[in-house]
């Protein structure tokens, strides 16, 4: 009877049972409006809705992830299910009236049980996310919804270019034939590192991008930007991934370009003082004053195109300035990669690059990879190979066969392999090679995110236009001034992100929330965190598992961030309400004449300060979300102090580099496209100069292969008197050479 049961349950289908849980869910979470007009239609009979759902999560969520998905959902149609979940006596929650099932939504999200919150927001998330960003259309139609209407939400623009960014992959078919093919360079990754070193080595060898995400059409036009279409297509685990516990959600880049694909165009430098505490961890590479990562950052920017000039803020980006400048706290304008700021449709770039608006790099530096020759592989890389402690292959398979290891194939390379799969698959693919060092997996960073959102009288379509085009930089020192404090920027909000980041306190509340989108201004407070947690696999180690809990000092900084977002957004003219992401947390009205500041409403001010302090980051009961991920493989000058060293080797391994955001020391304080691109700029130009070196013969250039090798072994951190003894070796004989050519 068991085995039955778990089969049943294992099917990856919806039956009658799951659709009623959800339909009666989602009508809960977003009812009908009783007037009849715009927004009366359920959202149960939506067309496409259930379909939708469905289509998301057998695509993105494991067997066992579906399985607790259905689970809930049977029980929610059960009275003891729903007791249970409820905390007290009810009928099951699919016979309840509107109103009913309203109150057991609301006792879940505020329930002092953590298992009941995350089954609250995960729903939430799912459902309203879904509803609210789905395309009801054909493939072959302009994307529409229709919810969208009752928002002003127009859905994704219609212009296009006629950039293309089809390249040649390398099909299944590749690994199922018994060839020799090998390779120089094996780059697993195409993101913000990968697309940055391929561009060099391709020039000095043969080049393979094995890259597990979807690939650019060749046409860029074909790419529809429909929020939840871009969503499924190019986020990892189509945007539905989250900390284990349920209370962060974590965007992170999964297609040809990796994050600098879908991310807001924003291009930071790596800060000073960011510079200046990794060049005091022994890593005097990241100097201030360094040449070679400074000219590594300027040749990335240059690259990019990015600038600061003729930048044209959004409505929302509009809003930070007024509010910082009313508060005379430090903003900036923040560098864009982003050709016309100006275009309502540089909204959408987070959804694919439909414009070629962006200069990401799945049409700048992959492009130049193709044109010389480079090759690309859409796939999983498995493991790599080693042979006495350096790698000479990675077994690679297609993405549908990696529970098949007959069908996996192994590709030799002759020189170097390069792990730049991100911070959330790089210590996965270390972890599945065996290696065990203790920095693989931890030290994990997110920059955990939360915000302050207000509507105003008038629309501002925040969504439109390039999104992040300032930076407020008051409080970036922290409350502890180390360093370790927020940057407050706006983000790029649409329909389903917003749904599934708003704060859920009833369906009418969160209803007119969304329906006021077109009006609403967000400010995010994007926290430099100090803690870390970790990266772990499951599903035979190929999908990533997140602990992640924020230090109580990143708490601390966040809760200012908030205060400090409100006043921001308390100083703006038009503003009539405000709110953060808790659960409980009251709202701001604003008094109708801002001139005159009265008694009673510094009384509300502090008692929104107050409410903010109480309420705390709790999990799952303040909105968090992260777009950043690093750290998880950190450089450090020994074994102890990282996983790879500051050529971003790994330290248990020859000729198996990482290079990518993984190897950030600490977080990066900013936005860390342009971060990571500088540091593979300068790890790949050493990789190039070290292969002409090798080429020319010229012997001390070629040392530099085993300098490192100092750290005896490269595990334990001590002087091997082996290694000692052969780089004098190496230096008396290079030296010797070069006075014989002095003699020539």
């Not at 069908?407 to 972890?431: D, E, Y």
């Not at 060293?645 to 950030?664: K, M, P, R, T, Y």
Request: glycine content about 10%; some cysteine.
């Amino acid at each position: 009877m068991v085995i039955i049961v778990v089969r049943y349950l294992k099917s990856m289908a919806f039956n009658k049972t799951h659709v009623l849980s959800i339909k009666t869910l989602a009508d809960a979470l977003y009812p009908p409006s009783p007037d009849g007009g715009s927004g009366s239609t359920p959202l149960s009979e939506q067309p496409m809705f259930v379909e939708r759902i469905e289509e998301g999560v057998t695509t993105h969520l494991d067997y066992r992830e579906f399985l607790e998905l259905k689970a809930l959902l049977i029980l929610l149609n059960t009275a003891a299910g729903t007791s249970l979940l409820y905390g007290g006596p009810s009928s099951a929650f699919t016979s309840l009236d509107l109103a009913s099932r309203g109150q057991v939504l609301a006792c879940l999200s505020r329930s002092s049980i953590g298992l009941r919150r995350k089954a609250f927001n995960g729903l939430k998330r799912l459902l309203m996310g879904t509803a609210l960003s789905y395309n009801a259309k054909g493939e072959n139609e302009a994307p529409h919804n229709p919810v969208w209407s009752s928002l002003k939400y127009p859905g994704p623009p219609v212009e296009a270019s006629n950039v293309t960014a089809g390249y040649d992959f390398l099909g299944k078919s590749y690994v199922d034939v018994n060839n020799d093919d090998e390779f120089d360079y094996i780059i697993i990754g195409s993101g913000c590192g990968g697309s940055v070193v391929a561009r060099q080595l391709c020039k000095v060898g043969k080049c393979l991008i094995i890259e597990k995400g979807t690939p650019l059409p060749s046409d860029l036009k074909d790419v529809s930007q429909c929020e939840s279409e871009g969503m499924s297509k190019f986020y990892e685990k189509g945007s539905l991934l989250t900390t284990s516990d349920g209370s962060l959600m974590i965007l992170a880049g999964s297609a040809l370009g990796g994050g600098s694909t879908v991310n807001w165009g924003c291009c930071l430098d790596t800060p000073k003082y960011v510079r200046e505490e990794w060049n005091g961890m022994g890593l005097s590479q990241f100097h201030p004053d360094g040449e070679e990562f400074n000219g590594a950052m300027a040749e990335v920017k240059k690259y990019m195109g990015v600038t600061d000039t003729g930048i044209v803020h959004n409505g929302m980006n509009k809003k930070l300035i007024e509010g910082c400048d009313k508060n005379k706290f430090e903003w900036k304008v923040a560098p864009q990669n982003i050709k016309d700021t100006s275009l309502k449709s540089a909204g959408w770039t987070c959804f694919g690059p439909r414009q070629g608006n962006k200069q990401g790099g799945g049409i700048t530096w992959l492009r130049e990879y193709s044109d010389n020759g480079g090759k690309f592989f859409e796939g999983l890389a498995v493991k790599v190979v080693t042979k006495s402690g350096k790698a000479t292959g990675v077994v690679v398979c297609a993405n549908s066969d990696k529970d098949s290891p007959s069908k996996w194939k192994t590709l030799n390379v002759r020189r170097k392999v390069i792990c730049s799969a991100g911070s959330l698959h790089s210590p996965l693919f270390l972890q599945r090679s065996g290696f065990r060092n203790k920095n693989i997996g931890s030290n994990l960073r997110l920059h955990p995110v939360s915000a302050v959102m207000a509507t105003c009288k008038e629309e501002v379509f925040g969504y439109e236009g390039a999104p992040m085009t300032t930076v407020c930089t008051e409080f970036q020192n922290g409350v502890n001034d180390d360093g370790y404090g927020p940057k407050l920027e706006c983000p790029s909000v649409h329909t389903g992100v917003m749904a599934a980041a708003l704060p859920w306190k009833n369906g009418s509340q969160f209803k007119e929330a969304l329906e006021s989108s077109s009006k609403m201004v967000a400010v995010i407070v994007l926290q430099r965190d100090i803690g870390g947690g970790t990266v772990t696999g499951k599903n035979k180690g190929f999908d990533p598992v997140v602990d992640y809990v924020p230090d109580t000092r990143d708490e601390e900084n966040i809760k200012e961030g908030l205060k400090r977002a409100f006043d921001i957004l308390r100083a703006c003219d038009t503003v009539e309400k405000i709110w953060t992401c808790h659960v409980d947390q009251p709202q701001y009205d604003a008094p109708s004449a801002k001139a005159e500041v009265s008694a009673a409403d510094l009384v509300n001010v502090e008692a929104f300060y107050k409410a903010i302090d109480e309420n705390g980051v709790g999990v799952n009961s303040l909105g968090l979300f992260c777009a950043h991920q690093m750290g998880s493989c950190r450089m450090g000058q020994n074994p102890n102090a990282g996983a790879v060293d500051e050529d971003g080797e790994l330290w248990e391994c020859e000729n198996l580099h990482v290079i990518d955001a993984s190897v950030f020391p600490t977080a990066s304080g900013a936005n860390p496209m342009i971060t990571t691109m500088s540091i593979a700029q300068m790890l790949g130009s050493r990789l190039v100069e070290m292969q002409k070196a090798t080429e020319r013969g010229a012997a001390l250039l070629e040392m530099r292969r085993v300098r490192r090798k100092k750290f005896g072994g490269k595990r334990n951190g001590k002087l091997n008197p082996l290694w000692i003894g052969a780089f004098i070796v190496g230096a008396v004989g290079a030296v010797s050479a070069y006075v014989g050519l002095l003699k020539m």
